[in-house]
């Protein structure tokens, strides 16, 4: 499915529903057959550009979906959620030159968890914009997003670009995760324990 059908830009449902509501107008005031027409194609569009919107998920939504996923399974700590998101391997970024590949059993085993648990961090992910999604190829995509982990009063945001990519099974899962720090976006940001 096209991704400006499965993903509509709010710009298209705006075009549209001008659309409806001119036409509407038209047929309105005339309340002719002729003028019912173009009314009823504006209203059968737009029902069909929703139709598709809430059927289909672009790869930028399951995206956002499995990264909000993966973001309660770590507030809950819970590492068995959280690697159903995840491809056979990840490579995750650990410093500027260096990064790490990982298997789901390796990240279901990591010390993260325990440090999750053992200073009861609270985690959130958001921020997922449009503007910051990178389509690599029809099997690849890139998107930007904050991550925040709160514990004992203090709260570190870290800016992260995730990397999914298309499964045999036709789904879209995590590849490759950077960190990097908030302010400055250049500068890699190394998760305490992760992998």
């Given at each position: 499915?096209?991704?400006?059908?499965?993903?509509?830009?709010?710009?298209?449902?705006?075009?549209?529903?001008?659309?409806?509501?001119?036409?509407?107008?038209?047929?309105?005031?005339?309340?002719?057959?002729?003028?019912?027409?173009?009314?009823?194609?504006?209203?059968?569009?737009?029902?069909?550009?929703?139709?598709?919107?809430?059927?289909?998920?672009?790869?930028?939504?399951?995206?956002?979906?499995?990264?909000?996923?993966?973001?309660?399974?770590?507030?809950?700590?819970?590492?068995?959620?959280?690697?159903?998101?995840?491809a056979d391997k990840?490579?995750?970024?650990?410093?500027?030159?260096?990064?790490?590949?990982?298997?789901?059993?390796?990240?279901?085993?990591?010390?993260?968890?325990?440090?999750?648990r053992q200073f009861?961090?609270?985690?959130?992910?958001?921020?997922?914009?449009?503007?910051?999604?990178?389509?690599?190829?029809?099997?690849?995509?890139?998107?930007?997003?904050?991550?925040?982990?709160?514990?004992?009063?203090?709260?570190?945001?870290?800016?992260?670009?995730?990397?999914?990519?298309?499964?045999?099974?036709?789904?879209?899962?995590?590849?490759?995760?950077?960190?990097?720090?908030?302010?400055?976006?250049?500068?890699?940001?190394?998760?305490?324990?992760?992998?």
């Open positions: 499915m096209p991704s400006i059908l499965s993903d509509p830009p709010p710009v298209l449902y705006l075009i549209l529903a001008v659309a409806l509501a001119v036409t509407g107008a038209i047929a309105a005031k005339r309340q002719d057959r002729k003028s019912a027409i173009p009314f009823g194609i504006a209203a059968l569009l737009l029902l069909l550009v929703l139709l598709i919107d809430r059927l289909y998920d672009s790869p930028r939504e399951e995206a956002v979906r499995r990264l909000t996923e993966m973001g309660a399974a770590a507030n809950a700590k819970n590492p068995d959620t959280f690697v159903k998101q995840v990840v490579s995750v970024q650990t410093d500027t030159n260096q990064t790490k590949v990982a298997t789901r059993d390796e990240l279901k085993k990591s010390a993260f968890w325990g440090m999750l009861q961090v609270a985690v959130t992910v958001s921020g997922f914009s449009r503007d910051d999604v990178k389509v690599i190829d029809d099997n690849t995509i890139e998107l930007g997003f904050i991550a925040k982990a709160e514990a004992e009063g203090k709260t570190v945001p870290v800016y992260m670009r995730a990397t999914f990519g298309k499964q045999s099974d036709g789904s879209f899962k995590l590849t490759a995760l950077k960190a990097f720090e908030f302010i400055d976006r250049t500068k890699v940001f190394s998760i305490p324990n992760f992998p």
